[in-house]
Structures are given as structure tokens and as C-alpha cells.
């Protein structure tokens, strides 16, 4: 059974960083996507970063400059630098992958969330 595992969300002061980390657990043969998505309270999920199908990463225009994405393939691990962290990146953040397995062809999976405020 494939699971993610996510950890480093916390509160800070606006202008500080924060890096979150996900790991991806289980008998897995390919992992086709994997990136982060956030919620805010009475807004809708929205996509932060991910590196896509194609290995190439994409962010949403309101972290460009100030987040990146990284992974280490060996250890199935995906991770989010945040820095310059404002309060309007107040939000839980959602790992979310794409993984093949001997069981599902191609399987979209979710994190549990972790909670990142940004406030003075």
C-alpha cells in the first residue's frame, strides 16, 4: 500500500522559510508525478509545484522567485523550500503523487496536509 508521509509545516513570522518534505512509502514501480497543492480557509485546492510526467517543474505564479521544488529519487521524496513566506501562504499543504504499482496502473495518492501559517 502506497503512502505519503509529509512533515516540516509549522508557524513562522512573515519573511522567514519553512521546507516541507514528503516520502512516498510502499512497493512502487514508477512515480509518474509529484508535487505540493495548498488550501486556504473558504478558498479551493490549488496547485503550488510539482515536477510533472515529463520531469520538468512547474509553480503557480504566486510563489515563482520565492519557493522551489526539489526531489530525491532514491529515497521516492519530494520537497518544498519556502522562502520569503508571506501571510497570504497561510495554508495546509498537500503532497500529492501519481504512482504505478503492481496493483493500479496509475494511482493518484494524497498526503494527510500540514499546516503552514505565516503571521506577526
Known amino acids: 500500500q502506497v503512502q505519503l508521509v509529509e512533515s516540516g509545516g509549522g508557524l513562522v513570522q512573515p519573511g522567514e522559510s519553512l521546507r516541507l518534505s514528503c516520502a512516498a512509502s510502499g512497493i512502487i514501480f514508477r512515480i509518474d508525478g509529484m508535487g505540493w497543492y495548498r488550501q486556504a480557509p473558504g478558498k479551493q485546492r490549488e496547485l503550488v509545484a510539482a515536477f510533472t510526467s515529463a520531469e520538468t517543474t512547474i509553480y503557480a505564479d504566486s510563489v515563482k522567485g520565492r519557493f522551489t521544488i526539489s526531489r530525491d529519487n532514491a529515497k521516492n521524496t519530494v520537497y518544498l523550500q519556502m522562502n520569503s513566506l508571506k501571510p497570504e501562504d497561510t495554508a495546509v499543504y498537500y503532497c500529492?503523487?501519481?504512482?504505478?504499482?503492481?496493483?493500479?496502473?496509475?494511482?493518484?495518492?494524497w498526503g494527510q496536509g500540514t499546516q503552514v501559517t505565516v503571521s506577526s
Open positions: 500529492n503523487a501519481q504512482i504505478r504499482t503492481l496493483v493500479r496502473p496509475s494511482g493518484d495518492y
